[in-house]
């Protein structure tokens, strides 16, 4: 049976440590953070892409319309609240019969590749493990390279069976709780994709990544396993 799974933006927040709204800072070829994720998402084959907005919502918007890209936007007037009460709030716009799971990720994560997207769609469609996530194999420094941790990545797929549970979590834990009682070996998908794991989140991470160079297309092709 096909998997439906939307994907949730999170973008509401007031982006204090960057000094303006991440989703509007421009990359290459045209694109903003937000643009380049919904861009990433509707080449991987993902059909309805929801924009939770907040804090400059009407600024983000433009630029989304603008782009001319399909995707959906919701208001969430709560913001300052956290991240959670703006993943309910996308939650509550996508729920809907034949919804299997959701994608989500933070507008802070703007090069994940649509490759590390279906990847983590296939691993679901494969496994139904209630959250599957990209995830990277990295020594661990204060074992001398003996011993390895694990960077956890974006988007991460959450299944609707654990959709009540995001809908009662409280504000002061978010949504990490569930998302760490629910992560298991069947859900985690190796990635080789730096743009999975790297949040811009200041202004000195911003520029080194545009003296970089972003990489302009979305549909660059990590290998995964």
Do not use: W
């Amino acid at each position: 049976m096909l998997s439906i799974c939307p994907a949730v933006i999170l973008a509401a927040g007031r982006s204090t440590r960057m000094g303006r709204a991440k989703a509007t800072l421009p990359l290459d070829n045209g694109d903003t953070f937000v643009t380049r994720i919904i861009r990433t998402f509707r080449t991987a084959g993902v059909d309805d892409v929801v924009v939770v907005l907040g804090h400059e919502a009407e600024a983000i918007a433009a630029a989304i319309d603008a782009s001319g890209l399909s995707a959906r936007m919701v208001i969430n007037p709560h913001y300052d609240r956290g991240q959670l009460s703006s993943l309910q709030a996308g939650l509550a716009v996508i729920d809907r019969p034949g919804v299997s799971g959701m994608l989500m990720t933070l507008v802070d994560v703007p090069l994940v590749t649509a490759s590390t997207v279906r990847a983590v769609l296939d691993r679901y469609r494969q496994s139904r493990a209630p959250i599957v996530r990209p995830v990277e194999r990295v020594e661990s420094v204060e074992n001398r390279g003996t011993a390895h941790a694990t960077r956890h990545g974006h988007p991460i797929l959450i299944d609707r069976s654990l959709f009540n549970a995001l809908r009662s979590a409280s504000d002061a834990s978010g949504a990490k709780p569930v998302v760490r009682a629910h992560a298991s070996p069947a859900g985690d998908v190796p990635v080789d994709d730096e743009g999975a794991f790297r949040d811009i989140d200041t202004v000195d991470e911003y520029e080194r990544l545009i003296r970089r160079g972003a990489d302009a297309d979305p549909r660059r092709a990590p290998s995964h396993s």
